[in-house]
């Protein structure tokens, strides 16, 4: 369970992690928590908050919290096995609910490690009830942690997602002319919500810098705008129209796309990357990008590190200066930066695929299993297409997602009937 089905890495994730689980025979849904603009400005201030930003919650920011959380504890009615709560949005569901004979495990996908006293107390509460977490770090786990069992699993990304499969040329030379981009220019991208901690004004600052001995270089700022992050359209606005780029606006080519799936191949189009992020959680992006074995340049934060470790992939900073000078030593170099780029695909194959990801949560799953057998009562999963959420009809569930006992490792039935009629078929 998450908060959004598009935008940032947890439904990246989920949006491989969920299909993939299904297909080695569990019976995996996806589910999303409701929530209004208000509940998702206090979810972002949350996440802000736990990620070290100062500022507090006041009483009403809580309020709405918790009552979003309580509508969305009220239609969580079907009993799993295993509940993973993704990050903090859905968090306080299992308190305001009951754990029901589920194990759940709260999937921390942020950096924690300095949080903000004041909304890690508030959020800490809604954690100590839960059997298991898992953070991408050990250096993220905040030291008054109250669940006792604790994993840290890196996130990885899907190869065969449309992203992360090479683009033929002739596309990927039709995307860049579609975008603006001049193909005998040199260019650098970064792919990125509009986020503060993806420091996006920090990168026009350094193309800048890149720029002085590079005239012609370009950069292109990527971003989608996520459901559960109301932030980004300020930042954007600001970025884009603000003074600080206003005079850099001709070289710098922006699109604003509402929809996802109309840009979904643009990232995997563009060369040269940056990472300028100032906190990171882990930056699936710059696994994406290494898998394309293209060099970065980096900021030195959150689960970066752990993917360029050693060296591989690009250059790490700290700083706007370092980083303008990267990009322009990547550009006096190019063999060099084809070296980092074939390195840190390597890096990525061995470490960050999904399947790798997949086993993690398979063993703690088994894991907490080994407890407590698992049973359950006669009708235990609701007649729901896990796939589109609609009721189905009861007769056309196959019978084995009817029985009692072990839920595990049993094959989904192929094709359900739902009451409209439309009968869906699974791969
Ligand atoms: N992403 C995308 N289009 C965009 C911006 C981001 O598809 O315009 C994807 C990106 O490819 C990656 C994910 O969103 O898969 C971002 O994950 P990451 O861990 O880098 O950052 P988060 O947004 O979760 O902080």
Redesign the pocket.
């Known amino acids: 369970m998450n908060a959004t089905p598009y935008?940032?890495?947890?439904s990246?994730l989920l949006r491989s992690v969920v299909p993939l689980l299904n297909d080695l025979g569990l019976v995996a849904d996806w589910r999303i928590i409701r929530g209004d603009e208000r509940f998702f400005e206090v979810t972002k201030a949350i996440h802000n908050g736990l990620q070290g930003a100062a500022g507090g919650l006041d009483d009403g920011a809580k309020a709405s919290y918790l009552k979003t959380s309580r509508e969305n504890a009220k239609e969580f009615l079907e009993e799993y096995d295993f509940v993973f709560m993704h990050d903090p949005q859905p968090a306080a569901i299992l308190p305001l609910r009951g754990k029901g004979g589920s194990r759940w495990i709260w999937r921390c996908?942020i950096d924690t490690s300095s949080p903000n006293p004041q909304v890690w107390d508030f959020m800490r509460a809604f954690l100590t009830e839960y059997d298991a977490a898992m953070f991408t770090m050990e250096e993220f786990v905040p030291r008054d942690f109250p669940v006792a069992r604790v994993e840290i699993v890196p996130?990885a990304?899907d190869p065969l997602s449309p992203?992360n499969l090479p683009l033929p040329r002739a596309l990927a030379t039709q995307v860049l002319e579609w975008i603006g981009i001049r193909l005998d220019r040199p260019l650098v991208t970064q792919?990125?919500?509009f986020?503060p901690w993806k420091d996006p004004l920090g990168v026009v600052s350094a193309y800048r810098l890149a720029r002085r001995e590079f005239p012609g270089l370009q950069l292109a700022l990527?971003?989608?705008l996520?459901l559960d992050d109301p932030e980004g359209w300020g930042i954007l606005s600001r970025d884009t129209s603000g003074d600080r780029v206003r005079s850099a606006r001709p070289r710098v080519h922006e699109r604003r796309r509402r929809r996802?799936h109309r840009?979904?191949r643009v990232?995997g189009a563009l060369a040269r990357r940056l990472q300028k992020s100032l906190r990171?959680?882990?930056?699936?992006?710059?696994s994406?990008a290494l898998w394309k074995g293209t060099p970065i340049v980096a900021g030195r934060a959150g689960g970066i590190p752990l993917q360029m470790a050693d060296g591989t992939g690009g250059i790490l900073v700290d700083s706007v200066e370092e980083c303008g000078e990267a990009i322009a030593s990547l550009l006096r170099d190019p063999s060099r930066a084809d070296s980092l780029g074939r390195s840190g695909r390597e890096r990525v194959r061995h470490h960050f695929l999904v399947p790798r990801l997949v086993l993690n949560e398979l063993a703690i799953v088994r894991e907490l299993a080994g407890d407590r057998p698992i049973t359950r009562a006669p009708g235990w999963l609701t007649n729901r297409d896990p796939v589109c959420g609609m009721i189905v009809e009861e007769t056309a569930v196959a019978s084995d997602r009817r029985r009692t006992g072990p839920v595990l490792l049993r094959p989904m039935s192929r094709a359900v009937r739902h009451e409209s009629g439309t009968v869906c078929t699974r791969p």
């Open positions: 935008g940032g890495g947890v990246e996908h996130p990304i992203k792919v990125s919500r986020d990527v971003g989608s996520a996802e840009g979904e990232p990171e959680g882990f930056g699936l992006v710059v994406e």
